[in-house]
């Protein structure tokens, strides 16, 4: 269900293709929030020469993307980490049954509303739901366990791997989006073209990423 909900997202319903945003040959795509890679490959295919630079700290999901860029021959870079503000290590929250809720910050109660509200929209109008199974499942399904991974700074990656620009930055971290971004150096804000960030509005977090991104923008 998780790789089908996520296929639709990037493949059919092009949700990363909105707002003008494209991806054209030669282009440098960073996937940072890679999951088990989908987005990656739908990058590689829009235009030719595309060049991948692909994040996923969760060991597990980190070897299904390795998987999936293998079998697909993808031209990727793929880093076994999360991206932050400056390099190190942070623990991270594995739900091994819902991946995509994974994350430094990840909160049971929080993933929790969301996949009953979710549950709810999708649910005819009149359909019962057991209650108690429904908690049950959910339980079940968001069990999550502590995992040590490395960390990364954006600007650091361009500078290791000689990068004068990044065509898309695309961020989905689920809720990580504010350190990913302290990770990038005013003077490489410039360079990156375009930027597709998922933001989870929580402490003001919105509108101190639309300052960074405006301030980036004005200089």
């Known amino acids: 269900n998780e790789t089908d909900f996520l296929y639709r997202e990037v493949f059919e319903d092009l949700s990363y293709l909105r707002h003008g945003i494209t991806i054209e040959a030669g282009d440098c795509v960073f996937d940072v929030g890679a ?33 999936n860029t293998r079998l697909h021959h993808l031209d990727a870079t793929l880093f076994q980490a999360g991206a932050a503000g400056a390099a190190g290590s942070a623990t991270f929250h594995y739900y091994p049954r819902v991946s995509i809720f994974s994350g430094r910050y990840a909160d049971a109660a929080t ?44 600007s650091d990656v361009m500078r290791e791997h000689h990068l004068d620009r990044i065509d898309l930055l695309k961020v989905d971290v689920e809720k990580s989006e504010g350190e990913v971004l ?31 991104v405006t301030r980036s923008e004005v200089s």
């Open 111 to 154: 993933e929790r509303a969301v996949v009953t509200k979710f549950v709810q929209n999708q649910t005819a109008t009149g359909e019962a739901v057991d209650r108690e199974l429904f908690d049950d499942l959910l339980s079940e399904r968001l069990h999550s366990t502590a995992v040590e991974c490395r960390l990364v700074a954006i």
């Open 182 to 212: 302290r990770g990038i150096r005013d003077d490489d804000w410039p360079r990156i073209r375009q930027a597709i960030i998922e933001v989870h509005d929580s402490d003001g977090q919105l509108a101190q990423i639309e300052g960074t």
């Open 35 to 67: 999951n088990i890679g989908l987005f990656s490959l739908f990058a590689a295919r829009q235009a030719e020469g595309v060049r991948v630079f692909a994040f996923e700290p969760i060991p597990p999901v980190f070897e299904l993307m390795r998987a």
